[in-house]
């Protein structure tokens, strides 16, 4: 599959949650988690993980966040993570792994299309642009409080 085709899949897909979860901001990733039968779990990892993407020997999904980490950034990290077992289920990846630190984002395809996803879940465009345009909202801390 091409990057292009898989970003706009997953683009598509962050929509689509958005949608199912009746649009409420702050979305709730752990029940998105949920959803997608993954189990979520919060641990000391080092400071340069942020989290990770693991399948057990079971077939279970696992996303394992830096519980030393801001709200936010856990929050970030979960979505990231959830586009990696997004990436799984389109086949786009079969790898059972993932360990994400700031640095694999330059040089890896995948952690750039995991950080859109994440980016398109927790702040989508539409809903940003009517705070923008509709409520004349020109602060972005005020957006950013919301989401």
């Keep these: 599959m091409l990057i292009s085709e898989t970003r706009k899949n997953l683009i598509n897909e962050a929509y689509r949650i958005q949608c199912e979860q009746s649009n409420l901001y702050p979305l709730d990733v752990i029940r998105v988690c949920e959803l997608y039968g993954a189990k979520y779990h919060e641990d000391n990892l080092p400071s340069k993980i942020d989290g990770i993407y693991i399948v057990s020997n079971k077939n279970t999904p696992h996303i394992i966040i830096n519980k030393k980490n801001s709200v936010n ?73 919301v989401y």
């Design 73 to 145: 950034r856990k929050r970030f990290s979960c979505s990231h993570e959830i586009g990696h077992l997004l990436l799984a289920n389109m086949g786009y990846s079969k790898e059972a792994v993932f360990l994400d630190t700031f640095q694999d984002i330059s040089t890896n395809p995948a952690e750039r299309l995991c950080n859109q996803f994440a980016a398109n879940l927790l702040m989508p465009e539409k809903q940003i642009r009517a705070y923008y345009s509709e409520l004349r909202i020109y602060n972005i801390g005020y957006i950013l409080l």
